[in-house]
């Protein structure tokens, strides 16, 4: 486990059921050194251990996120979670939670010929990065990461297996070298999912480009959709939704236009950099996209591309 106070790292090393360090150590992290942490990202067995709370389910895990949360960190990233509702069969989850925020669940696909040594602070090291580069869209910073390492293992498998030394079996290393574009410039294949979903009856999309076969595909869904520009209530009207504003997901740009949504679900789209970043400049709407953190913390949801709203409608998978 890797733990951050703004530059500080610090680590409590255990996995697998196994402390490497004195277990008189556990016991100062909780008292001690939690208290100065933004960013802590441990297994299941060291949260365990921070908590003195058995993980066995999602709720169980959530709940062990908010202790940890009251302690001090801000943001906690659970890197491994191996219990049946989350793995969901030969699957790695994890879980994300940010202080009084909703939770979020990642799933990615389990990579054989492990155990690998050297993945847990790897994937430490991409959170602290990506979270870093997407301080107003952590979804995407844990799908950024989980990338890197999905990416990064398929290199090590395809490139050499484990060995037999002494009679002991011996992991392959890390080609961290040979993967040098998968962490620069990860892929992300699986998005995260809200642990608790959102009743959503209805998609409007405010001005943006694109979305004309985002609409057919959730239309096919069996949800309303359409792209606007005002009035909103019209649609609604149409709809049969007026009374449930709140069931409607409004996507925009415009932080101007978002301050007008009262009652809506809102999600507001960043524009995103070559460098994986949020661009400066415009986006079109009259509004600088320096305001992207004002964006985030207004609206319900932060996305950077039409693809991201699979974290909230898994039947948006059609996006362009």
């Not at 219990?83 to 879980?95: E, R």
């Not at 990065?129 to 498998?157: F, Y």
Request: net charge negative.
């Amino acid at each position: 486990m890797a733990m951050w106070a703004t530059v500080q790292q610090c680590s409590l090393c255990s996995d697998n059921g196994h402390l490497y360090v004195p277990e008189e150590l556990v016991a100062v992290y909780r008292t001690d050194v939690l208290q100065h942490v933004a960013i802590l990202t441990p297994n299941q067995f060291e949260a365990e251990l921070l908590t003195e709370k058995k993980t066995t389910n999602i709720q169980e895990a959530v709940q062990a996120c908010n202790l940890l949360h009251s302690k001090g960190p801000k943001v906690v990233v659970l890197t491994t979670l191996d219990v049946p509702d989350a793995t969901k069969g030969d699957n790695v989850a994890m879980l994300l939670s940010c202080a009084g925020q909703r939770k979020w669940l990642l799933r990615v696909p389990h990579i054989g010929g492990g155990p690998f040594t050297g993945t847990g602070d790897l994937t430490a090291a991409m959170i602290l990065a990506w979270t870093h580069m997407m301080p107003d869209e952590l979804p995407l910073a844990l799908e950024k990461a989980a990338a890197v390492l999905q990416g990064v293992l398929r290199n090590t498998v395809a490139s050499s297996s484990a060995r037999i030394i002494a009679g002991k079996r011996v992991s392959p290393e890390l080609r961290l070298v040979e993967s040098k574009a998968a962490i620069e410039s990860p892929r992300v294949l699986h998005r995260c999912e809200l642990v608790e979903p959102v009743s959503i009856k209805g998609v409007l999309f405010h001005e943006i480009g694109d979305a004309e076969k985002l609409v057919n595909c959730l239309k096919n869904s069996g949800l309303k959709a359409a792209t606007v520009s005002e009035p909103l209530m019209e649609h609604l009207k149409l709809w049969g939704l007026e009374a449930e504003a709140s069931n409607v997901l409004l996507v925009t740009s415009s932080l101007t236009f978002l301050r007008t949504a009262s009652g809506f679900k809102t999600v507001t789209l960043l524009q995103n950099s070559l460098n994986g970043g949020y661009s400066n400049g415009t986006n079109g709407n009259g509004d600088m996209c320096t305001d992207a953190s004002t964006m985030a913390r207004e609206a319900d949801f932060t996305i950077s591309c039409l693809d991201s709203l699979r974290r909230i409608l898994p039947m948006a998978s059609c996006s362009p």
